[in-house]
């Protein structure tokens, strides 16, 4: 990753950013970040907000931290939860009649 101090900035935006590549550039001022100019090449536009999304970030910080700790499931696993979920959710929407009750 490249660092411009904003002062020391002398092409234009569209010029940095034609010459950009795979890698990102951030600008500082005083030595403090206070832009970036990143690559979008093969990345979807979904993931470009979400990665500024500080709730989803910590979702996937969590989610790290869970894989980290050896708290993961298999896909068998997840499937075969699903399926009883999915039973349970059936078996009480399935109405019976009261016993005697006329159709």
Do not use: C
């Amino acid at each position: 990753m490249k660092t411009l101090e904003l002062r020391k900035a002398s092409k234009t935006l569209a010029d940095y950013a034609a010459n950009l590549g795979v890698e990102s550039i951030v600008v500082t001022s005083n030595r403090k970040p206070v832009a970036a100019l990143v690559s979008l090449r093969n990345v979807d536009r979904e993931s470009l907000p979400l990665s500024l999304d500080p709730a989803f970030m910590r979702i996937i910080r969590r989610a790290r931290a869970e894989v980290r700790r050896g708290d993961v499931y298999s896909l068998d696993q997840v499937k075969r939860e699903m399926l009883i979920e999915a039973g349970a959710a059936n078996k009480a929407l399935h109405r019976t009649r009261p016993k005697g009750a006329r159709r």
